[in-house]
């Protein structure tokens, strides 16, 4: 199944900064998390479905952002929440 939502975006500035500084949420409430995730819409990190708050889906649920990817370290994939589809990013 192909996903439009990956269509004609743009690299967020300062995105990088974002996501070495961990979860944006979790730093503020001094929680935890496993691995994280950037809103390619607009590059808020949140973290992922297997950590205690699950920030990144609770972003999408907040803002419809509707496609992520994981800035783990070796990974190169990317999520869409509306179709519910995974695709290589690179």
Same mark, same amino acid.
């Given at each position: 199944m192909a996903c439009h939502h990956f269509e004609g975006l743009k690299k967020v500035p300062g995105a990088a900064a974002s996501y070495a500084k961990g979860c944006e949420e979790c730093v503020k409430i001094g929680g935890t998390w496993v691995h994280?995730?950037?809103?390619?819409?607009?590059?808020?990190?949140?973290?992922?479905?297997?950590?205690p708050?699950?920030?990144?889906t609770a972003h999408f649920h907040e803002t419809k952002h509707p @496609?992520?990817?994981?800035?783990?370290?070796?990974?190169?994939?990317?999520y869409?929440?509306?179709?519910? @589809?995974m695709v290589d990013l690179e």
């Open positions: 994280l995730r950037e809103c390619l819409n607009c590059g808020h990190v949140g973290c992922c479905d297997s950590s708050h699950r920030h990144a @496609v992520m990817r994981s800035v783990e370290p070796g990974e190169s994939w990317g869409c929440y509306v179709d519910n @589809v």
